[in-house]
């Protein structure tokens, strides 16, 4: 059976908690690092993540971009969205589509 968690800080990932998901609040990229590899050993087939722990992750959330689990979406933090997830969705609908119609 696959699973659903939400990493980030703990003031953004909190609150998805009360909807049943697993929830992972990391403090920092190593933290973070070693939190996501756990996830997608331990049959995690969709991690939320937030933009500002993605922006420090870049290589490692690239090792899994073509993998089919987990998959990786990014969601604001609370400090905002950084258009980081916008734009991997819009990679995405070019790649599946040929061109870009967002």
Known sequence: MYKIAVM????????????GLDVYPVAGPEEG????????RE?????????????KLTTDIAR???ALTPAIILI?????????GMA??????????????L
């Open 88 to 101: 991997n969705i819009k990679t995405a609908v070019e790649r599946a589509v040929g061109a870009d119609i």
């Open 76 to 84: 604001p933090g609370k400090e905002g969205p950084l258009g980081i």
């Open 33 to 40: 690092h070693e939190t996501l590899h756990r996830l997608a």
């Open 8 to 19: 980030g800080d703990v003031d953004s990932v909190l609150g998805f908690k009360a909807l």
């Open 64 to 66: 899994y971009k073509d």
């Open 43 to 55: 049959n995690y087939a969709i991690i939320y993540m937030t933009e500002q722990l993605a922006a």
